[in-house]
């Protein structure tokens, strides 16, 4: 995943290929399980990827990123 | 031709037979627990003393002081009914049980088994209760045949309009109102009714007024509906005091439905239709029949269906009953013939994943579980979980 200054997506390695994000449709914070020893802090992000596939992304709080599905 | 036949003041007549009393007394049909305070039909003795059915008790008792008033047997009436479509039935006809005391069925094929009209009739004058004044008749459409069962006669095509016409108009279908109309209109007879233009009647007395005209000018559909012989299965219980407490009754209720259903499903059947009787304390009778809209042999559905018309029984009760009609398919449920095209594909799907499995391991095909669809993280609201047929 490599990441704009801004923390948003800038593009998104998928099947070994590197796909530019077109448009970020929505983007939230998940903070859950918090009252556990494995607690979840995530920044969410519902991207539009090239060639107009819809990716959902995350990236935790130790900056390591991570695709849905 | 339809044969109908006939026994005058059917319910009275019950009534009187359960009371006890001699029919050639004044009495009259009292109302029933609950009811208006007005009297029903009354025998020729209190008619000749001025007592009318729709009479105020008050005012009738003052007309004919010595007028003696029986109790409503709802439920006697009903069995007597049974009774009778049963003795018809016995001799091949297809009996509808009409109100009033009357049955009727298509004489068709059957005078040709009882040698014409002629025997067929004394045939069926012979499956009626012995002194009870039983009339048959017969006429080509039904009302026709109804009002000559009042007299034992039989109306020919031809005579029809001249036999129904001089009869009174009050003897036609009608809602209230209706009648008030055609009696405002100075429309007294049968006859005045049919000679109306068939757009007015349309017009002034809409749909049931044009089935009611179509009556009176003997053209109505010569068509019968007659009953499925019921397949009756009952169940009572009898209070050592009488019970007017809607919860017990309720409760009573439940377990004669329960036993039941287990006779019915000990038959292999299923019920269609159920009859809820009761004897009330006071001598009388109240019954309610419930049509399921489909035949089951469940008695928490028989329950739901049943259950809430006891609140219509008005006094404690003696005795509670209840009769099943257990005529239904042992799979009730079953609804098409043909099995559905989805059936077939999920069954050959389930056959495919059965061999994969085999083949290739259980892990290969598994199954999506949805465990917490309310959580916030997508990887927690679904899993993985084996997959069984």
Redesign the interface.
Known sequence: MIASPGGAPHAVITDGRRRLVVAVRDSWR?Q?RWWTDDP?D?AYFDVVIEPGRVA?VYREASGDWFI?G | MIVTTRIPLFALRIAVLEARVAWDDPIALGPAPGDAQMIGECTPTAWAQGVRPGLRVGEAMARCPGLDLVVPHPDAVRMATDRVSARLEDMGAAVQPMDDGMWSFMAGGLMRLHGGLDPLMRRARAALPVGCDGRVGAAPAPFASCEAARRGVVVHADEVAGFLSPLPASRLPLAPRARRLLSSLGLRTIGQVAALPHASVLDVLGRDGEQAWLMARGEDEPRLRPRVPPDPLGEHVEFPDSVGALPALEAAMRMLITRACDRVIARGRSARAVVLRARLEDGGSWTSSVALREATADAGRIGLACIPRLSGIGAPVARLAIEVDAGGPADAGQMTLVARPDDERRRRAAAALDQVRAAEGDATVMRLVEIEPWSRLPERRWALGPYEA
């Open positions: 998940v859950d979840v995530r959902l849905h």
